[in-house]
């Protein structure tokens, strides 16, 4: 199957016999006599960007450990959340914090409700995820991260899929304080630490925004590759 614009795409790039099968609004569904190569379809697809500083950013697709940690993270927050009040989105929603930026950010959980609507979210959060990528990381800690404080999202998480850590930031008098920076080390550190220094090593943590949950680090990173 294809996106509606990719019939067109597909057909400069190489010659087909074309049966169509089926076509509604989304996409357009047909049978070739040739094979497709994932090559010819990849750059068809619907892109993915955001809006920061005035500048528009394409998305990158995201790394395999990035999507695993992201839908750990997820599945934390949903399955603490449900039958609450408030809601945790993904990474394909839009956030609209100004009119010069407009992101989608790895993951948010919103409480107020007047914010949610059928294009995304406006206004601020109360808890946004960031998933460091070598393409995004300057942004999650330079622009992205400075908007997340003047729009007033009081907690916000750095995770880097390569060093297994999460900084947490809370928002302190308009400014973001790191709070702390939890890390899961690797074997051959924990062997070179003293046992008192490797008994200190925090395993969890409470976020925040509900002091109930406890966000353990080898869930978080649990099954990367």
């Not at 795409?9 to 089926?22: G, H, K, N, P, Q």
């Not at 497709?36 to 005035?54: D, F, K, N, Q, V």
Request: glycine letters at 4%.
């Amino acid at each position: 199957s294809t996106a509606p614009g990719a019939l067109s795409a597909l057909t400069a790039r190489r010659e087909y016999d074309i049966i169509l099968l089926s076509i509604s609004e989304k996409q357009v569904i047909v049978m070739t006599s040739e094979p497709i190569y994932a090559e010819e379809l990849a750059w068809t697809e619907p892109r993915r960007e955001e809006l920061i500083c005035g500048k528009v950013v394409m998305m990158a697709p995201p790394a395999t450990n990035h999507g695993v940690i992201a839908g750990n993270v997820h599945a934390l927050f949903h399955s603490y959340l449900r039958g609450k009040s408030c809601t945790v989105f993904p990474d394909d929603v839009p956030l609209f914090l100004s009119d010069m930026d407009y992101y989608r950010p790895d993951l948010m959980v919103v409480c107020d409700r007047e914010k949610i609507k059928a294009d995304g979210v406006h206004g601020a959060p109360d808890l946004v995820v960031e998933i460091l990528s070598p393409s995004t990381g300057r942004y999650d800690r330079g622009r992205k991260k400075q908007i997340y404080q003047a729009s007033g999202v009081p907690e916000y998480w750095i995770i880097s899929p390569e060093a297994r850590s999460i900084e947490v930031y809370r928002l302190k008098d308009g400014v973001y304080e790191l709070d702390n920076c939890y890390s899961v080390y690797p074997d051959y550190l924990l062997r070179l630490m003293p046992v008192e220094e490797r008994e200190a090593i925090p395993a969890a943590f409470c976020c925040h925004l509900f002091d109930d949950l406890v966000i353990r680090l080898d869930d978080v990173f649990e099954n990367l590759f």
